[in-house]
C-alpha cells in the first residue's frame, strides 16, 4: 500500500479512539510502522521519539527479538488455552512471577485482556467477596475526582472524569467521587488531616460504612497530570478502608512495572492494597494482557464461602497464552537488565530538566510527578498568575503543541482533563541521552506555547 491508501483506507475503515473526526480526516494522520528503542518511525521513513512509551506501557522499549520469540515459541506450544477449569503452564508462570513481585500477600492473579476489563474484575470481586462473607449490602464504589479508570461500563462509572461519561448515562448507581490530592501538603498533625481523606471519611460516614465495597485510587494519579500522593496518603488510606472494612483497590494499570521506579506503585508508598488492577507494563504493549491481584485470604474467603465457592466473572482470553508467556519475557527482561534502577538512577536528571524548563518558560505553572512520569502544567503566565482562557487551552492542546511536536520529531500527550498539561512518560530503557533529546523536544514545544501566548 502507497503513504496516500494506508491514510486514506485508514479514514475509510478504521474507526479511531478517543480521536476528533477533524484530526483523524486530515492528511498529517500519522501512520506509525515501526518501533526501535525509544523511537518510533512513519510511513514516510520520519523518525520521532516516543515521549509517552505508546500509551504509558511500552516500558522495555520497541523493537526487542526476544519477547516476539517468546510468543512464538508458545504459539507453536499452546496457543491457546484457558483458565477456566483448567491451568496452563504461561498462566501458571506469569502468575507466580507476578506475585513474586508484589507486595505483601497480594498473592493470587486473575488475568483479562485490558486495564478498563481489571478495574471491571476489581469492581466485581469486591461486590461477590462481600456478599460471599454475609454483607451484600456493601455494594457502593468511592474513587476520586478527574482520575481515570477505563471505559467499560463499571469502570467508567469508576472513571471521575465528567465529560467521558456524560454520553453514556445512566451509567451503573452507587459511585461516588472524593477529592484528588491535587495540591495538598500533608500538615504537621498529619495524613489524617488532609483534606481529601476528611472529604473520603465524611463520605463514607454519610453513605453508611456498611454500604461501601471498595474503594479505587491510583499511587499516582494520572488524569489531572501525575498527582504524587502527599507524604502518608497511602498508609493512612489504607488505616480507612480498614477502620471500615472496606476493600482499597490500588489501579496501577499505570505505575505498576517500573513507572514510579518500583515494581508497584503501592510498595513505593508503603500500602498493602487489598486488591490491585494492572495492564500496559506487564508486556509492554507487546500483548494485551491485564489482571488484578487479590490478596490470598480474600480469594479464598471468596472460593472457600458455602455463599459464594465460585468467582461468577471470566473471559475467553483471560490468561491468554501468548499474552501470558510475554509478560514473563517482559518481566524477567525488566529484571535482569535492572530497567528499574535506570529509573531511579535518571530521576534526577529528568527532574532537573523540568525544573530547568519552568524556570526558562514562562508559561509553565509547574511540573510534578515521579520516576519516569509527569506532567508538565500550563499557566497564560507564571509571573503574574493569569491563567489560560479557555480559547488559548483549546489552541494549545488542539494545534499548537501537536504542530510543534510534530516539527521537533516527538510523540508525546498534550491533556487537557482539568488543565492544560503536556504529559511524559518514556519508556524506561530511555538513558540520559534520549532524556536530553525528549527535554530539548519539549523546551521547542514550550517555546512554541510562549510565543502563541505572546502573540
Ligand atoms: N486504569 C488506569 C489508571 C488507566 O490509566 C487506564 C488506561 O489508561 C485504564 C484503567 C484502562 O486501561 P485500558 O485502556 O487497558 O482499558
Known sequence: ???AD???MAQKHLFPHFTRGQIWSGADLPVIVRGDGCHLYDDRGRRFLDGLAGLFCVNIGHGRT??????????ETLAYWTNWSAAHPAAVEAAATIADLAPGDLDVVFFVNSGSEAVESAVKFARQYHRSQGQPERTKIIARDMAYHGTTLGALAVTGIPKYKE?????????????????EVTPADGPAQLPSLQALVATIEAEGPET???????PVQNSRGALVPPQGYWTELRAICDRYGILLVADEVIC???RLG????SAKYDAVPDLLTFAKGATSGYAPLGGVLIRAELAAGLMDSPQAGVFTHGATWGGHPVSTAVAVANLNALREEDVLGNVRRLEPHFQSGLTRLQESHSSVAEWRGTGFFYAIELTGDRATGRPLTDEQSKQLVGEVMPKAMRDVGLITRPDDRGATMLMLSPPLVADEAVLDELLSGVDAVLTAVDAHLRG
Do not use: C
Not at 454520553?167 to 484528588?180: A, C, D
Not at 461501601?212 to 491510583?218: H, S, W
Open 1 to 3: 500500500m502507497s503513504h
Open 6 to 8: 494506508v491514510r486514506a
Open 66 to 75: 526476544d519477547i516476539p520469540a517468546a510468543a512464538g515459541k508458545q504459539m
Open 167 to 183: 454520553p453514556f448515562g445512566p451509567l451503573m448507581p452507587g459511585v461516588h467521587h472524593v477529592p484528588n490530592t491535587l495540591g
Open 212 to 218: 461501601i465495597a471498595a474503594v479505587f485510587a491510583e
Open 256 to 258: 505498576a512495572y517500573g
Open 262 to 265: 518500583e515494581w508497584f506503585g
